[in-house]
């Protein structure tokens, strides 16, 4: 029962993510598809199963909070955040930015 939630769960993260882009929501979909048909036959009891669904619900998961589409509109890129999409606070930019270096190595002034 777990394969469908997890097969159902990622279908709807790739809709959420993919909306109003027709080409690649199929291509997601078949994906999906060939995926879950390639284990199909693998019985309940194999321990591939597991790794497999929880890989299923992480990518179900990225593709709902961090996948963002972009859309060209004259010379502006129009981006269709939605309510599922991961929103950062820049924290850690900002402290990066303060005290930057290359390779562990300090840049600029800073030597």
Known sequence: MAAIQSYRNLL?????????????????????????????????SDPSIAPA????DEVAS???ANVVQGKKEGD?????IHEHTE???????????????????KCCSQR
């Open 76 to 80: 502006v890129y129009r981006l269709r």
């Open 53 to 56: 669904l929880q890989h299923a």
């Open 12 to 44: 709807r993260a790739a809709r959420i993510a993919f909306h109003g882009d027709a080409p690649v929501l199929e291509a997601a979909r078949q994906s999906i598809r060939n995926g879950f048909r390639d284990k199909a036959s693998l019985p309940p």
């Open 87 to 105: 929103r950062g606070d820049n924290d850690s930019i900002k402290l990066a930015s303060k005290n930057p270096s290359i390779g562990g190595v």
């Open 62 to 64: 990225f593709l709902r």
